[in-house]
């Protein structure tokens, strides 16, 4: 009588799968628009920084139904453009510690040191949007922000601070070989 597998026994078989899977998804040749540096480079800023500037777009639009659209639109796109970005830095972004070698591990963690630099620019410069938003407000001027769109400002910035590790990942990349390309 086959007794069923125990939980650590199905973990592991999970674990298993999931690791495989990820490998193949690394492993699987980059199409040859997407191999080249400046391709990749541009993959990198475009986007983020798309998707900041129609978030904060739709964040001084008033609150209404319109702007809510944008702002799912703007979400759509980040998902997206993070999916592309993280195929063009191959995964190396999210993929586990016992999946890559010692340089991969290397390269992920100092681009991860260059994206938290880069949150907390990000964080800075909607601080300085809070600031010159309140200066406005109490001068007797009109929001820079009306409402509550403030929640849609941190939604952006949540959305673009999911991006800029994978984003770094892509600029840093260098040229593939052609083993790499399909």
């Given at each position: 009588m086959n007794k069923p597998p125990t939980t650590a026994e199905r973990v592991l078989e999970l674990r298993?799968?999931?690791?495989?899977?990820?490998?193949?998804?690394?492993?699987?040749?980059?199409?040859?628009?997407?191999?080249?540096?400046?391709?990749?480079?541009?993959?990198?800023?475009?986007?983020?920084?798309?998707?900041?500037?129609?978030?904060?777009?739709?964040?001084?639009?008033?609150?209404?139904?319109?702007?809510?659209?944008?702002?799912?639109?703007?979400?759509?796109?980040?998902?997206?453009?993070?999916?592309?970005?993280?195929?063009?830095?191959?995964?190396?972004?999210?993929?586990?510690?016992?999946?890559?070698?010692?340089?991969?591990?290397?390269?992920?963690?100092?681009?991860h040191r260059r994206a938290h630099a880069l949150t907390i620019g990000l964080f800075a410069l909607l601080m300085i949007v809070a600031v010159a938003d309140a200066l406005m407000t109490r001068s007797g001027g009109a929001a820079l922000i009306p409402g509550d769109n403030w929640i849609q400002v941190m939604v952006t910035a949540m959305l673009v601070a999911g991006m800029i590790p994978a984003a770094v990942m892509a600029w840093r990349w260098t040229d593939l070989t052609d083993e790499d390309l399909g």
């Open positions: 298993t799968e999931m690791d495989a899977r990820i490998q193949a998804q690394r492993h699987a040749p980059l199409p040859r628009w997407l191999a080249h540096r400046s391709t990749r480079r541009a993959i990198a800023a475009g986007p983020p920084l798309t998707v900041l500037a129609c978030g904060l777009l739709t964040a001084t639009r008033p609150d209404d139904a319109v702007g809510t659209a944008l702002l799912g639109a703007t979400a759509a796109l980040a998902l997206a453009s993070l999916l592309l970005l993280r195929r063009a830095s191959r995964l190396l972004d999210t993929a586990p510690d016992r999946l890559l070698d010692e340089r991969e591990i290397g390269e992920r963690n100092a681009a």
